[in-house]
């Protein structure tokens, strides 16, 4: 079992920077890739983007691209999510996801259904 823990959500202006932690307990973090994605109000959870049990490769949905960036760190059983140049568009729960992933230093995933386990996210709001 792990639990995955979001923090650092909150409201920021437009333009602005957050960065999300996701932070695991239970099983061996470096076994699990982890993705985040979003949710708006009136819409479908969508992935932000997504990063390889060991940190190597990244995934960016197009609307990330440029603005986001996600990194790990093992030792600390954290993944981050750096947001850039934030727009309202933005706003959302963000929520974090693990999947185990032990065969493969380079794998990620980006569907829902891929998901092993969830965080309970955390609110970003953008004004403008």
């Known amino acids: 079992q792990v639990q995955l823990v979001e923090s650092g959500g909150g409201l920021v202006q437009a333009g602005d920077s957050l960065r999300l932690s996701c932070t695991a307990s239970g099983r061996a973090f470096s076994n699990y890739a982890m993705a985040w994605f979003r949710q708006a109000p009136g819409k479908e959870r969508e992935n932000v983007g997504a990063?390889?049990?060991?940190?190597?490769?990244?995934y960016y949905a197009e609307f990330a691209k440029g603005r986001f960036a996600i990194s790990r760190d093992n030792a600390k059983n954290t993944v981050y999510l750096q947001m850039a140049n934030l727009k309202p568009e933005d706003t959302a729960v963000y929520y974090c996801?693990?999947?185990?992933?032990?065969?493969?230093?380079?794998?990620?995933?980006?569907?829902?259904?891929?998901?092993?386990?969830w965080g309970q996210g955390t609110q970003v709001t953008v004004s403008s």
């Open positions: 990063i390889s049990r060991n940190g190597g490769t990244t």
């Open positions: 996801a693990a999947k185990w992933a032990p065969f493969s230093g380079t794998f990620y995933y980006t569907g829902l259904t891929g998901s092993d386990y």
